[in-house]
Nanobody, 121 residues
Framework: QVQLVESGGGLAQTGGSLRLSCAAN????????IGWYRQAPGKQRELVAA???????IYADSVKGRFTISRNNAKNTAYLQMNSLKLEDTAVYYC???????????????WGQGTQVTVSS
């Protein structure tokens, strides 16, 4: 089992920035990547970004150029820096840990509790 502890999030204005953190504990050798999904009210959950311990990274098209995922492998911690925030970025953001395959497919196996990100005008 992998436990995920999230922090960050909150309220920002359009064009502003927020940073999320996610620390993974437990059987971290069973996963090779940490990422985030988000779910806005009335919408399906969608992948935002994921990054493997080897450096492979994927992003949703909607956040490319604005969000940056990074990680500290020694601490099994990942960070999601969110810049140029838009109203449509408002959602609950869920940290997760799983497998990022060489073809870019990401399977999330473990989930955090979620943190609210609200962007206002």
């Amino acid at each position: 089992q992998v436990q995920l502890v999230e922090s960050g999030g909150g309220l920002a204005q359009t064009g502003g920035s927020l940073r999320l953190s996610c620390a993974a504990n437990g059987s971290t050798s069973s996963v090779n990547a940490i990422g985030w999904y988000r779910q806005a009210p009335g919408k399906q959950r969608e992948l935002v970004a994921a990054k493997s311990s080897g450096g492979r990274t994927i992003y949703a098209d909607s956040v490319k150029g604005r969000f940056t995922i990074s990680r500290n492998n020694a601490k099994n911690t990942a960070y999601l820096q969110m810049n140029s925030l838009k109203l449509e970025d408002t959602a609950v953001y869920y940290c997760n840990a799983g497998i990022l395959y060489s073809n870019g497919y990401y399977r999330a196996n473990y989930w955090g509790q979620g943190t609210q990100v609200t962007v206002s005008s």
